[in-house]
């Protein structure tokens, strides 16, 4: 209940970002999955690269509903944001999680959303599942960041592979995640991870993003990510 509060404090903080267009993409199963997404202002026509925003709790749509305002954020910094409702209210973990790769494929056909990788991110639970999908495909994505997130199940970790996690806990998380973060910064390195991870300081266990912190890194492996001759545009 207490995770809930703080969602629901932060959703009456932006209560004028609540609102994204919704979009409804089949999977391999059968089974539908409702996506809010989030599109860029003041970044030209697009396409934009993507992000996912993995949401925390149960990753229904009350909890995704309150999470927008990291979306709308996300948004502003010129991403194109996809935020999914977990359909059973379980998250997205394991064969759920496994779901995600084949929304991303269904969304990057639009016109509006560039092709190739896209960028997880992921608050508390979100932060957790988004860890586990990235170590499974990691060629598939620039980077994640869990803000916060753990590691749940080792041995549902594959290989990073090298790539780039972003990770910050409060230091005063309620559930105590911030006496963890020694071990998850050794799970993230021992899986081959290029971990960038500390605590946020004063904060509890949801918080406002540091963008000082975070927009560098971004912007790093979005260069990192770009052709040797660098003919691409970052947004």
Avoid: C
């Amino acid at each position: 209940m207490r995770l809930f509060r703080h969602l629901i404090f932060l959703t009456l903080l932006f209560p004028a970002f609540l609102h994204g267009s919704e979009e409804l993409v089949t999977v391999a199963d059968g089974s539908t999955i409702k996506v809010f997404v989030f599109y860029p202002k003041n970044f030209g026509e697009g396409p934009w690269p993507l992000t996912v925003l993995m949401s925390g709790g149960t990753a229904n749509e009350y909890v995704v509903r309150a999470q927008f305002w990291l979306g709308h954020e996300l948004a502003n910094q010129g991403w194109a944001i996809a935020v999914p409702v977990s359909p059973n209210d379980d998250g997205f973990f394991g064969a759920s999680g496994e779901r995600i790769p084949e929304v991303i494929a269904s969304l990057q056909s639009s016109n509006s959303i560039q092709p190739g990788k896209t960028l997880l991110v992921g608050v508390s639970n979100g932060g957790s599942s988004a860890l586990e999908l990235a170590s499974q495909h990691p060629d598939n994505y620039f980077g994640v960041v869990a803000v916060p997130g753990i590691i749940k199940d080792e041995t549902k970790i594959g290989n990073f592979d090298g790539l780039p996690v972003y990770v910050r806990i409060g230091e005063n998380d309620f559930l105590r995640w911030n006496k963890e973060l020694p071990t998850l910064i050794r799970q993230l390195t021992d899986a081959g991870a290029k971990v960038n991870a500390k605590l946020e300081p004063n904060a509890n266990h949801v918080f406002p993003i540091n963008w000082s912190e975070l927009q560098p890194w971004l912007d790093s492996i979005r260069e990192d990510s770009l052709p040797s001759d660098k003919s691409a545009t970052l947004p």
